[in-house]
């Protein structure tokens, strides 16, 4: 007795194909992720490290800082990106914490310093937060500004301007040229209290107000 093998029929050729399909979909939009997660990776890496960079040379000497208007090139293995950024400064505000068992001697000693219109929190009005945001320009895919979605990265640090023991011989030499001896001793003491960079909430708030009025126009 001979049996007939039974071949496949369109629907079944269909389906097959449908899912071959969709499962190579699934593989093209997964490699594609992973490649876009990847970019941005590098880029926010690239961000983290031109910020230190900015960071470490504002510290050093303030005036040598590239423009702000200018982005800045950055990549590695033959590949450059460009990356613009913000840099601002401002004081830094302490809040000690009450006590949990009341001292005589630290009472006494507000009280004094009350007398004289300070406080004990008035020594740490001298310390500084620097915050630098790099974010990928829209020269090369990105944005003018630091917009949700672009990738970017913030630096944050806390420093004392008077820790002038710390500063190299080439900075302190150049901040006595530029503001003379009185004006280092001024810092050491915590007496400048003007002349900062604006935070970058402000600077934001200005730009944005800018962009108002030339609409306007």
Known sequence: MRT?????TFLEVVLAVALLGLTTLSVVLATNYISAASIRNAHRLNASEIANRLMLQYFDDPESLPSEAASVEYGREGVSYRYR?????ESLSVELPTPIAPSTEEDKREQQLARL??????????????????????ETGGSY??????????????YDPADIPNWNPDKLRRQIDTAGLKGVLDQMSGARAGGLRP?????????KSNQKKEGSK
């Not at 950024?85 to 400064?89: F, R, S």
């Not at 500004?145 to 806390?158: I, W």
């Not at 935070?199 to 730009?207: A, C, G, K, V």
């Open 199 to 207: 935070s970058l909430s402000q600077q934001s708030s200005d730009r």
């Open 4 to 8: 007939t093998a039974r071949g496949i």
């Open 145 to 158: 500004s630091p917009e949700t979605g672009v990738p970017q990265a913030t630096l944050a640090r806390m």
């Open 117 to 138: 219109g300070r406080s004990t929190a008035d020594r740490f009005g001298r310390f500084r937060v620097v915050r630098v945001r790099v974010w990928l320009s829209e």
């Open 85 to 89: 950024w913000a840099l601002g400064e």
